[in-house]
């Protein structure tokens, strides 16, 4: 089954790859169960089972997945870090492992690079850009980082996609797409997890990361946003030189938000450093619905002057203006114990699977009131949403995919700021953001215009009606209107049937097969002819290979 879901041929060099390190380090009985190992032995590449290693087996499930998401390659590090977000999914020993993910590679030669430069820009980088260092500053799973000058002598930093990465993860987003869609269709449990919806996501994302162009468009994107805030600054962009491979921006002189050694010896304010980065983000989800998704310590830089600079926009998400009201609904509800509430933004996002919405709403204000009374100063949100999701996680209940980079943000910005000030106050600094984004909501304007959408909706709704009910009506005057009434419970019957049916056709085809054949070759007299002889062996092999069908397909059957 899986070899029509897989597929295509040019794949099936990398489904090798995949399926050799799963078994290395000790997952063969995946291999097995979703049919690899079938497809491979199918297509003549054989697998050498080998015993794993002694030390892979001492290593926890995690860990030895961590590992080999990291030995599969970027696609896969990068899937490993985007199910880090999903604390809805996982259990805190594999969000803290899968965590540790690493982008953090060996770097390419700098030959390699040089020769993809030099055919994106026409001519030899050396000849574009002054004091070209070969060595990177830093070398991840999609891309290297060079420091070079432009003709002027701004310092400018060019990140180059790796050479010949794409066709690898197009091939490997191909398979996660066949995957999932088997998931879906021969593991029901599993549809509430959204299996193709969180392979999509992620495959959006990869794919816009792989354009470094896109990636400018993000950065100059949230520098509009924040044109009237100083507090952010973001690298400006240098379009003359960018391409789908090239990045180049200026170069951000700065101290990590990692280093908190430096940041002293800076004499900076921790404090306003921490209210500064929580408004950054906090605007970007609750107001411009467009953020960055990947604020860590190595993405974010502290200038001498206590502001903020973003770098790496490859990773970024999108909000709908409902999810934001959503969102506020939900960290208003949190923040201020409202169990109504919390309950029921949640309830909206449980994709209409069916729950004990009771047991539910008694689980969540359980939750909410083991926080009350706590000083909104020690109130750590994101503390409360891993509680919250833990709850969602207890009851079946996933939260939709475009709300785990949201999440990821939200929980490594919170963080970044107790780091820096130990008495960071969250709630404090989003409290203002809740109450504009709440208010605006009911503003009489956002008011007026919600109506007037309803209304326009209804009046489409209505004025329509008559159209299709004529059209219904022509459909039953020429007898082509057709009600379908489908039982599902009887399906599984059906398809027993229909495969009860075919082997006993085939066993009488076969049986008529072996009884032709017998009266032809003991045909005696003038007509016996070896033409005649031929046919009843014809008939004989012919009979075999039904016989042989029938047989397979009730092994194949459990029976």
Known sequence: MLLEALGAVRDMGRVQEIAAVLIRYGFGDVVQRVGLAGVLERAGRMLHWQAVREDMLKLSPPQRVRRALEDLGPTFVKLGQILA????LFGPEWIAELSRLQNAVPAAPFERIAA?????????????????????LAAASLGQAYLA????????????????????????????????????????????YRPRDVVRQFALSLRRELDFAAECRSAERIAR???????????????????????????VVGIPAGAPDQIDAARLDRSQLARQGASVILKMVLEDGFFHADPHPGNVFFLSDNRIALIDFGMVGR??????????????????????????????????????????????????????GVPLKHLGFGRMLADMIAVLRNNGLTLPPDLALMLKAFVTLEGMGR???????????????????LSEQYSPGALAQRGLHLFSSAMGLVSSLPRDLRHILRLARRGKLHVEVEVTSLKPFGDQLDRAVSRLTIGLVTSALIIGSAIVMNIKGPIALSSISGFGVLGFIGAALGGVWVLVSILRGGR
Not at 419 to 437: C, I, N, Q, S
């Open 319 to 372: 909000l709908s203006a409902e999810r934001r009201r959503q969102i506020a609904r939900l960290l208003h509800g949190l923040a201020s114990r409202q169990v109504e509430l919390v309950s029921e933004v949640l309830l909206d996002w449980s994709g209409g699977f069916d729950i004990d919405e009771a047991q539910l709403i008694t689980e969540i204000d359980a939750f909410v009131d083991t926080y009350r």
């Open 149 to 192: 000058e432009l003709e002027d002598g701004t310092r400018v930093v060019l990140k180059v996609r790796r050479p010949d990465i794409a066709p690898t993860i197009e091939a490997d987003l191909r398979l996660l797409g066949r995957l999932a869609e088997v998931v879906e269709s021969e593991m029901p449990d599993w549809r509430r």
């Open 116 to 136: 993809q430069l030099e055919e994106d820009l026409g001519r030899p980088p050396h000849e574009v850009f002054r004091n070209l260092r070969e060595t990177p």
């Open 419 to 437: 780091e820096l000030d130990p008495d960071f106050d969250m709630a404090a600094v989003a409290a203002p953001y809740l109450r504009r984004a």
């Open 85 to 88: 977000t999903r604390v809805d």
């Open 225 to 251: 946003n924040f044109a009237d805030l100083p507090q952010l600054v973001v690298p400006r962009v240098h379009w003359q030189y960018v391409r789908e491979r090239l990045n180049v921006q200026d170069f």
